[in-house]
């Protein structure tokens, strides 16, 4: 038997790019999304120096709806920063800006965990812009409900948003 490498941080980021990978993309998830930029700014647990900083444009059509950006520690096992829910409250609340910064909650190192936690900082600004009319389907698919009645499924996604919307009556 071939003993098994221990790699918890090459696992982590593996699993990770492939819950990425697997979700669907920002306009398929928020329709009224039209463009987002995330500025993010690495500072270390102190929240002292900071170590670098990039400014990145997603594009709705082909961007994941999973965003999340790697640990700069270069040891960090099971951190990273994952914007997802904040950017997922901030599209609920409409809001154009959102500053804030999260605190990794990976270990130090590999030799570390369940010890020292890596706490390394991120701070970010999400700047985001909204569709102005409601997206394109809405209108035909109501059309459709009151012809049909509410079993058609023309497609998924406002489809199915549609529906949820006609069972609540
Ligand atoms: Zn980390």
Redesign the pocket.
């Known amino acids: 038997m071939r003993p098994q490498k221990f790699t918890p941080r090459a696992d982590y980021r593996l699993q990770e790019n492939l819950r990425t990978q697997a979700s669907v993309s920002l306009a398929e998830k928020f329709r009224e999304l039209k463009s987002l930029t995330v500025e993010i700014a690495y500072f270390n647990a102190e929240g002292v120096s900071k170590n670098s900083e990039l400014k990145c444009t997603f594009y709705p059509d082909n961007a994941k709806s999973v965003v999340r950006f790697d640990?700069?520690?270069p040891e960090?096992?099971r951190?990273?920063f994952d914007l997802s829910a904040t950017l997922a409250q901030a599209i609920a609340q409409r809001r154009t800006t959102v500053t804030g910064e999260m605190c990794?909650?990976?270990?130090?190192s590999k030799t570390t965990i369940d010890q020292v936690h890596?706490?390394?900082i991120l701070r970010y600004k999400i700047s985001l812009g909204y569709q102005l009319r409601a997206p394109v389907g809405v209108i035909p698919l109501r059309r459709l409900e009151r012809q049909h009645g509410v079993r058609e499924r023309p497609s998924a996604g406002v489809a199915a948003i549609n529906h949820a919307r006609v069972h609540e009556r």
């Open positions: 640990c700069h520690n960090c096992v951190g990273d990794c909650q990976g270990w130090l890596c706490h390394n």
